[in-house]
């Protein structure tokens, strides 16, 4: 037995073996007391509240949403709406973390000061604590009554309304899809696979596919129109409230703005550090063919940083979208928190968890997928020196 | 042939800033816009906070809430709340003195000298002590303060000391498991890092807060306080564990092999070669990752801990200080400020150090 | 226990070794046995399993086929006989291996206190006698990055020898170095072996084999080729697998350049 136990082989299919039992052993005790537990609630475990109503309400929804529907609708809202709140967030970021980041890599002391006290600033004070005081601030603006106004734009406590064109949902969201177009249509063409033409060539041809693109979306928003109303609705007050525009709820703006600020200060050092990690070798040698300094930003500096800030900037993508789960904080329905509602008044509470980790998994590896795509795409192919 | 030396003119401090600033049209445009926003948002903030601020709470909220400028009364009149929470009036030298026990520990686990596994386990094990024994009480005459009275500065030290405490050996071990030889103790431990990793703090928190208790039998339940702290350990030790596992292998093959054929065991390889390297590399990302947890401290504020946050938001939501979030918020923010940005200058010092060493 | 006065039991006997990496056959049917207190030199092309052979000896590598048998002790599956061997076995890297967070007297003597449990003092005191013999005893307290590479090599030997080991084994203990620091390491190894160490050295030093070897085995492809004292080895040109002309060639060869190495680096050894 003594000399059985000092076998390697048999050692290590011991440890092995008792490794893996013992965690699967304490998951399956978890679930089997758990089940127990929600029994004698009243809980029946199982799948079949997906298909019940849920009898509460959602405070912000892409789709439509009433008290009536069942839960998998709202597993679906709550998927949607962190979506669309990481997506608007990642975008705002995205700028705010360039514009910064440009500012650090400036050849300007005082655009890098400014940009280095915003990074400090920001960067250090958690997120939540920025969301809280973004939500108070906005909280306390003034009442419809007495709202600021500036270009169309009303800031009230109710949120933040908007002039929006006065279009039906699906030609908006056709118009939608042809932006977006116009934004990748013009990056897919310009992979040298694609296009055999010359690089001036190519560039007119990427513009007007983007022009082209843009059109459509403009026409599909004139033929959506509704009948007899002007092209843009203005807010205005009528009575005590707001009417027309569009209507951000403070919640959502909160979020939004918290995002964009706190992930653009995590932004702005990824791509100074993409811009850092460009040779001054490439630069020189760019400068010595006689490109102007502009030409040896676009066509040299950004294409390699852009390569180098790629894989961090998609770590950092995923985490501003995990933080869309701070919604919670303010009350704003994302999936998260339609989990931990669901649990409150289903009970539900391990199908629940099991849906928020399949949610966050999908949402994590589809990400990481579309990143790992873009960086194969544009890798430097062979072995073609860096920095 | 007669030659003059002409010395070249010494560059004035003007030529010298109009070189710097105004070379060309844009950079005199860049320059002018960012110090048109600097002037106007440093006056803006210096106004608030210092001209037209309200700094003695001898007027009371109204006179405070009059001013134009910030009220920094609300500070004078809560501050306590903010730091201590609820813990008991007459005992809160003793949560001051445990903030001040945290911070010596966390300045100690600075310098070098300390960096020895062992010297570094006595540091924060004296100091988690101390900080326990002086919070508790129930011994050396001191009272006896529950957890549940627990709130402000002290509580966010506390979570964020053992969290640190039990997320950092766990790392440890999390990360020698995923480089383990045997292949399903590696695999299995991936999948745990990874699943972690994949899921937001708050659903983690959440999870150990809430739904825990359903799954785990009575005796076993602990306070809600602890069950928190492992999450958040057990979030924390994902992704250190894959710091540590970046440190080892920058740690060569050959360390290993060396220790192999002088007849180490695992455990002396590990602790006496492998660990010590591995460590001293990852340490530049240990230190951002202990920044990013301190911050991320602040969201047990939403499974309902009277943290720094919460007793902010109960020092100006309650009363006649409404009015007043704006100061209470920018004062957290500044408690949270030096906190972090002192460790996180430190961690850029400690990288540059290291890679100057490494020339 | 491994017995350390049976005089019958060599120090090492291979029988038919295997070594597979995936499907690569890295060593093909190995045998060899080495006395107490012999020397033996392999050489051989790199990828030829040389290396791979006596990192077989002290598992660092494990073996797929045949038998080890070192000291009278099998190297099996049974833990406990890996580390009774690694005890005995020193090693010497081509990269010296230090450990580079610790002082060169560290070095030397964590492998005796944790292991070997000695007490701190007796092992200073043995390490201080084998850096005295590998000639750096006023380097003991420096860290390993500040020596050169010849120091550090000696290190490494001293390091081995500090858990007085019965066998050692070199692989490619000079490749590493620059030229001019090849033969303050070999002057070492000499040294060591004018004692009675029982050694395997991988190295090209075809020198070093001349003066110090007793055999001197050629492998080639995973298998040994030839095996024969240096003077014959050295003179012959004969392989003991005369129906692969192609490796007879690579011998020949290698012997032939190893002829015009030597007298540059070790006219000292000649001496």
New interface residues.
Partial sequence: MVSLLRNQKVHNALLQVLYVGSIAAMVLAGIVIARRNLADQGITSGFDFLFKSTGWDVNFSLLPATANDPYWWYFLIGIINTLFLGSVGLILATIVGTIVGLARTSSNDLARLLGRTYVDIFRNIPLILQVFFWYAIITHLPTPRSAHEAWGFLLTSRGLYIPFPNVGSAAFAAATVAVIAAIVLPAWLGRTSRLAQPIGQRHTIQFAAAAAALACSAIILALGRLPDTPLLDFPALQGLNLRGGLRIPPEFATLAIAIAIYGGSYIAEIVRGGFKSVGTGQVEAALSLGLSPWRVFTLVRLPLALRAMLPILANQYVWLMKATTMGIAVGLTDFFMIVALTINHSGQTLEAIGILMAGFLAINLSLAAVFNRINKAIALKGNQLRG | MEMVLVAPPAPGRLEDLKR??FATPL?AV??LA??T??VFLVWKLLNWAVFSAVFTTSGGPEACQAAAGACWSVIAARWRIIFFGLYPYEEQWRSALACVAVVVMTVLSCIPAFWTGRRIALVWGAGTGLFYVLMKGGVLGLAHVGEEAWGGLALTLFIFVTTCLIGFPLAICLAL?RRSE????SR?TGL?ID?VR??????IL??FA??LP????QWLQGDKLYRVILGSALFFSAYQAEIVRGGMQGV?T??E?????????YW?RIS??LL??AM?NAMPATINQFVISF?????V??VGFFEI?ASG?AAYGTGEWRFA??EV?AF??FI??IF??SL?RYGAFLERRMSVSER | MISTNSTGEPALRIENLDKYYGTFHALRGINLSVKRGEKIVVCGPSGSGKSTMIRCINRLEQHNGGRIVVLGTELNDDVGNIDEIRREVGMVFQHFNLFPHMTVLENCVISSMIVRKQPRAQAEATARRYLEKVRIPEQALKYPSQLSGGQQQRVAIARALCMQPQIMLFDEPTSALDPEMVSEVLDVMVTLASEGMTMICVTHEMGFARRVADRVLFMDGGEILEEAPPDEFFTSSATSAPDNSCRRCWAIDWKQRSECVTPHAFRHLHD
């Fill in positions: 710097r600033f950079q860049v320059s960012c110090l926003i600097m498991l045997l292949p399903w103790i299995t745990i699943g994949s899921l937001p703090l708050i659903s959440f999870t809430v739904v359903f799954a785990l039998p060569a050959g360390q092999e060396a220790a192999m054929a002088l007849g180490m065991r002396q006496r070669i010590p390297q001293r911050k991320e401290t602040s969201l504020v939403i946050l938001n979030y704006v918020y957290i923010a949270y400020f972090v940005f996180s």
